[in-house]
């Protein structure tokens, strides 16, 4: 598919991943802390404006609460 459409950018394959990390749909989002775990998850797109707000609070509380 990547190749058929011509896309550059990297594609990293990782088997088991989505079982480990508990994707329940696509896309996935993940807020990891700095201890490696999963402090917040996500699945769909709710679009770029709602998107880009909620992961800069998500982000913004693991730092205030890592302060």
């Known amino acids: 598919f990547i190749e058929e459409r011509g896309h550059t950018f990297t594609v990293l394959y990782d088997q088991g991943s989505a079982v480990n990390f508990h994707v329940t749909g696509i896309p996935a989002s993940f807020v990891i ?3 490696g775990l999963i402090k917040y998850r996500t699945s769909g797109f709710p679009g770029p404006e709602r ?7 998500r982000i913004e509380a693991l730092l205030a609460a890592q302060r």
Request: hydrophobic share 30%; charged share 30%; aromatic share 10%.
């Open 51 to 57: 998107y880009l707000n909620e992961m800069r609070l």
């Open 33 to 35: 802390g700095k201890n």
